[in-house]
């Protein structure tokens, strides 16, 4: 069974540039998270995304949004970027959602440099 | 602030000795994950514990979910170099679908031969 692909792996960007990135679930998961992790901060969720639809957010401000389709791959965006985005963006994706069992299956990430 | 504290934040240990990591809050989980990250990859899931007093054992690793289900433990018998990564736990309060995953700030494990 294929695992959750991310994509880009690395990307470098400049400040007040936007960026998307993308995330394919497990065949079948329906949910798709979305994390931010910094050293300093450790995982901060972003979003959570069933059947199209965000059932969850976190505390990040507009400028970091995403979407569903209907296949259930997930991406997310990034608008006027800041130095402090500069982070390892992680997809997870589950069956029903990660609040029924709290089980969620990782990408490798997207690696995001922002200069 | 963290709703789950891990201790200690970091570990440096060497091949053989015994370690143990631990994740503790003042709030009650219906379910608690152990997740261990590699350099470079995204978290892997370990293990789920659900009821209070709960042991659950992987190998040389064993888990343990305190009896009012707001602390829990993973202890790591002979440590391998291959045990080095990020360990988060992460609770959940509740069983409601769209109820948000708790993680912790992780406690980075180094085995060194």
């Known amino acids: 069974k294929a695992g959750v692909t991310q994509t880009p792996r690395y990307l470098i960007k400049t400040r007040g540039q936007q960026v998307t990135l993308s995330c394919s679930p497990i065949?079948?998961?329906?949910?798709v998270s979305w994390y931010q992790q910094t050293p300093g901060q450790g995982l901060q969720f972003l979003f959570e995304?069933?059947?199209?639809?965000?059932?969850n957010k976190g505390n990040f401000p507009g400028r970091f949004s995403g979407r569903q389709f209907s296949n259930s791959r997930s991406e997310m965006n990034v608008s006027t970027l800041e130095l402090g985005d500069s982070a390892l963006y992680l997809c997870?994706?589950?069956?029903?959602?990660?609040?029924?069992?709290?089980?969620?299956?990782f990408g490798e990430g997207s690696r995001l440099t922002v200069l | 602030t963290q709703l789950l504290e891990q201790s200690p934040q970091f570990l440096s240990i060497q091949e053989g000795e015994n370690l143990t990591v631990y994740c503790n809050s003042s709030?009650?989980?219906?379910?608690l994950q152990w997740y261990r990250q590699e350099p470079g990859e995204g978290p892997v899931l370990l293990v789920t514990?659900?009821?209070?007093?709960e042991v659950k054992k992987l190998k040389r690793l064993t888990f343990q979910f305190g009896d009012a289900r707001k602390d829990s433990s993973l202890h790591i018998t002979a440590a391998q170099t291959g045990d080095t990564g990020l360990y988060l736990c992460?609770?959940?309060?509740?069983?409601?679908?769209?109820?948000?995953?708790?993680f912790g700030a992780g406690t980075q494990v180094v085995v060194t031969p």
């Open positions: 997870a994706s589950s069956r029903l959602g990660q609040g029924r069992t709290g089980e969620l299956f």
């Open positions: 065949s079948g998961h329906r949910s």
């Open positions: 995304y069933f059947s199209e639809t965000q059932r």
């Open positions: 709030s009650v989980f219906s379910s």
């Open positions: 514990v659900v009821t209070g007093g």
């Open positions: 992460a609770g959940l309060m509740t069983t409601d679908s769209w109820g948000k995953l708790q």
